[in-house]
């Protein structure tokens, strides 16, 4: 499934719709769906949100499964941003404690079997891939 569409939060419910029809079809667990389509929204509202500074932008979000797993993969031509870089929450602070942001990236990458990330043409592409077999399972 492949999706292109302007980087804004109009087009976020369309994008869940057409990934959870997508997991549907692929045969994907309930779980399973319900990761995809939070680690989809993750990543999209992150394009939505940050990578343009205002400015009109796109956003290409391509989602594969096969028997053994399942790969996201999202696009965008705004600023670099890798993920990767991104350092982890303290997670044992006291909830009043933590600053705002950064915990939806760190659930992302606990989700992940493998994170790819590579700026190429001007463009932010970042991959994501779960084992269907362990697909959802804390680490």
């Given at each position: 499934?492949?999706?292109?569409?302007?980087?804004?939060?109009?087009?976020?419910?369309?994008?869940?719709?057409?990934?959870?029809?997508?997991?549907?079809?692929?045969?994907?667990s309930q779980e399973q769906s319900l990761h995809l389509?939070?680690?989809?929204?993750?990543?999209?509202?992150?394009?939505?949100?940050?990578?343009?500074?205002?400015?009109?932008?796109?956003?290409?979000?391509?989602?594969?499964?096969?028997?053994?797993?399942?790969?996201?993969?999202?696009?965008?031509?705004?600023?670099?941003?890798?993920?990767?870089?991104?350092?982890?929450?303290?997670?044992?602070?006291?909830?009043?404690?933590?600053?705002?942001?950064?915990?939806?990236?760190?659930?992302?990458?606990?989700?992940?079997?493998?994170?790819?990330?590579?700026?190429?043409?001007?463009?932010?592409?970042?991959?994501?891939?779960?084992?269907?077999?362990?697909?959802?399972?804390?680490?």
């Amino acid at each position: 499934m492949r999706i292109t569409c302007a980087a804004n939060t109009e087009n976020l419910a369309d994008i869940l719709d057409k990934t959870e029809n997508y997991a549907e079809k692929a045969g994907l667990s309930q779980e399973q769906s319900l990761h995809l389509l939070m680690l989809t929204e993750e990543l999209a509202v992150n394009v939505i949100n940050y990578a343009y500074d205002g400015r009109n932008g796109g956003l290409e979000i391509e989602t594969v499964a096969d028997d053994e797993s399942v790969r996201l993969t999202v696009s965008d031509t705004g600023k670099e941003f890798n993920l990767l870089l991104m350092p982890d929450p303290d997670t044992s602070a006291l909830l009043r404690e933590k600053k705002v942001g950064g915990l939806g990236i760190y659930l992302v990458k606990q989700f992940a079997d493998s994170i790819s990330y590579r700026r190429e043409d001007g463009k932010n592409i970042t991959s994501l891939t779960f084992r269907r077999d362990g697909f959802g399972i804390s680490r």
